[in-house]
């Protein structure tokens, strides 16, 4: 996507969320002078057609009335983030806070050496710390794949220890070296990667009637449930990150308000103990 596309997409995913949008506000989000404000705003008028309108020559790009997108529960993680780059420039207080804190500390330089490795299809041999080996052991993995969890950043990699693919925590990472092997096994060969699995969350059957109907409009309006399509190995991830019980009978509100019903059938691999 060229730098003018994503310029008219983050204007998009604005108008969406606020509503309306104008030359001043454009100048605001995207730090452009009037001129360039005034040709933005008229690719946008252009690019939103029929889906947005302005009463005068001077007035907002409003959306219209009863635009599908303006309907629909969806996550605004897009909009805070273009709206928080403005605001980091901007001389006034901010409209949005958000609280969320990264806790997972990565050293570039063994980012760096994941990238190539994977780029390459070749190894790398590393210093890992563990639960079980707090103090690290020598690894040679092979990895295939970054993942951003949202409290950590892992690889999954070919473990020639393990003779089977793993999950590796970055920041569990020490010294790293690239090995001139080539990979013996390829994403492909990753079951639990390739393999996509339904998590049927629902409301938790504890709660009362009224609990639980509030939760579901809530997390999934207008249904009784919301399916989450996951990969197989980063099911256990976002069931912990997302507070969601696997067992009725162990995971008990108020703690857990939210319950994946088909835990069992998915076999213990996805379940947060």
Known sequence: MDSATERLSD????????????????RELLGVQAVWASRLMGALRTHMGVRAARSTAHAPLRLAPGQPERERRQSPDDYLRIASRA???????????????????????????????????????????????????????????????????????????????????????GKVALVESTAPHRRSDDKDWNEVVTLTVVAHPDLTADQQSMIAA????????????????????????????????????????????????????????
């Open 11 to 26: 204007l998009e995913t604005v108008l969406l969320w606020e509503g309306e949008i104008d030359n001043f506000r454009i």
């Open 218 to 273: 809530e997390y999934f309006p207008g249904a009784s449930a919301r399916q989450l399509k996951v990969r197989r190995c980063l099911a256990s991830y976002i069931i912990q990150d997302l507070r969601l019980a696997t067992n009725a009978d162990k995971h008990k509100p108020p703690e857990y308000q939210l319950l994946v019903s088909n835990a069992e059938k998915l076999g213990t691999a996805i379940w947060a103990e």
């Open 87 to 173: 605001h980091a420039t901007a001389d006034r207080e901010p409209m949005l806070e958000d609280a969320r804190r990264d806790l997972s500390v990565v050293a570039p330089e063994t980012f760096a050496a994941v990238v190539q490795a994977m780029r390459k299809g070749i190894g790398l041999q590393l210093t890992y710390r563990s639960m079980n080996h707090p103090a690290g052991t020598e690894r040679i993995v092979f990895p295939h794949a970054l993942v951003r969890v949202p409290r950590r950043w892992h690889m999954r990699a070919w473990c020639t220890e393990r003779h089977d693919f793993r999950d590796f925590t970055l920041g569990r990472v």
